[in-house]
């Protein structure tokens, strides 16, 4: 649980070394979120790629079946987004209510999010549980 305490707190050399030390990068915390999903809450581009850079597995699932991708289209921060699918990200990855990225991003409002992501392949007739496809909730 240190790991969670300090990188919270944006100690980076504390971090490395946790790292270098074999902290679980795949780490989640009491509500079954991973690392990156909370750096992800907290814009820690620096500290997500870290944990990237260290082996973080990008397909991690919060309990609603959230990737990190989800929640950095959520919060609109389109660099998180960018740097997530360099590393693999999948755009068209689905949670628990079978809601893309894409989904997260339109819902907010995040347009430049959206275009970016329909560049990088996501499907916008995909529909959710509810009916809505990524276009229609873009709309």
């Not at 490395?16 to 820690?44: C, H, I, S």
């Not at 870290?50 to 921060?77: F, I, M």
Request: hydrophobic content about 45%; some cysteine; proline content about 1%.
């Amino acid at each position: 649980m240190a790991f969670c305490v300090v990188t919270l707190e944006t100690h980076w050399s504390l971090v490395e070394l946790l790292l270098q030390r074999g902290a679980d990068v795949n780490l989640k915390d009491a509500d079954g979120r991973p690392m990156t999903y909370l750096f992800v809450l907290e814009n820690l581009l620096a500290m997500l790629y870290l944990l990237l850079e260290n082996g973080a597995n990008l397909e991690n699932k919060d309990p609603e079946g959230r990737t990190v991708l989800h929640v950095s289209c959520w919060q609109g921060y389109l660099e998180m987004v960018k740097l997530l699918v360099r590393y693999g990200a999948d755009v068209n990855a689905l949670d628990n209510e079978r809601r893309s990225a894409l989904h997260s991003a339109a819902w907010q409002g995040h347009a430049v999010v959206v275009q970016y992501l329909i560049e990088c392949g996501a499907h916008v007739d995909h529909a959710c549980n509810q009916g809505a496809t990524g276009l229609c909730t873009a709309a």
